[in-house]
């Protein structure tokens, strides 16, 4: 039994307990071979048995009803977040929005004069701003 991709880590486990169910005299150990094998690769939980084996089924299903709770804990946190779903419904996502990126573009098409034209005129405006100085005269360096 191979635990699917979208499949939910206690989606997993109640279908692995039914087929379990269906094997008469299966051993513990092969029992907590198959359920490791069957296990996503990239998931937590794995990982987690990956850094600390169990010694019987009863730890492995007592760490596994750790990381569901975790895991639909996480989930009931993301729908409760009204901001992240009006984000993908727009298609944004903080860095990611479309139009970030050309508006960067766009800024760098500007020179050094006019970065100053637009800063000076901030320095009458009530918010301040000072201009950029200019440097274009440079001394040595003192050797001592």
């Given at each position: 039994v191979v635990q699917g991709r979208d499949e939910s880590l206690r989606d997993y486990l109640t279908r692995f307990n039914r087929e379990l169910l269906t094997v008469k005299d299966l051993?513990?150990?092969?029992?907590?071979?198959?359920?490791?094998?069957?296990?996503?690769?990239?998931?937590a939980?794995?990982?987690?048995?990956?850094?600390?084996?169990?010694?019987?089924m009863t730890n492995l299903l007592r760490r596994a009803e750790k990381y569901v709770n975790a895991e639909e804990e996480m989930a009931a946190m993301q729908q409760k977040t009204p901001w992240s779903g009006y984000q993908e419904e727009r298609g944004e996502h903080s860095r990611n929005a479309p139009g970030k990126k050309e508006k960067r573009h766009e800024r760098?098409?500007?020179?050094?004069?006019?970065?100053?034209?637009?800063?000076s005129r901030m320095g009458d405006s009530p918010k301040g701003g000072?201009?950029?100085?200019?440097?274009?005269?440079?001394?040595?360096?003192?050797d001592t």
């Open positions: 051993e513990p150990f092969f029992a907590m071979a198959a359920l490791n094998s069957g296990l996503r690769n990239n998931s939980f794995t990982f987690s048995l990956l850094k600390k084996p169990v010694e019987d760098s098409d500007l020179t050094k004069d006019d970065l100053r034209h637009k800063l000072a201009p950029i100085p200019s440097y274009n005269d440079f001394s040595p360096f003192l």
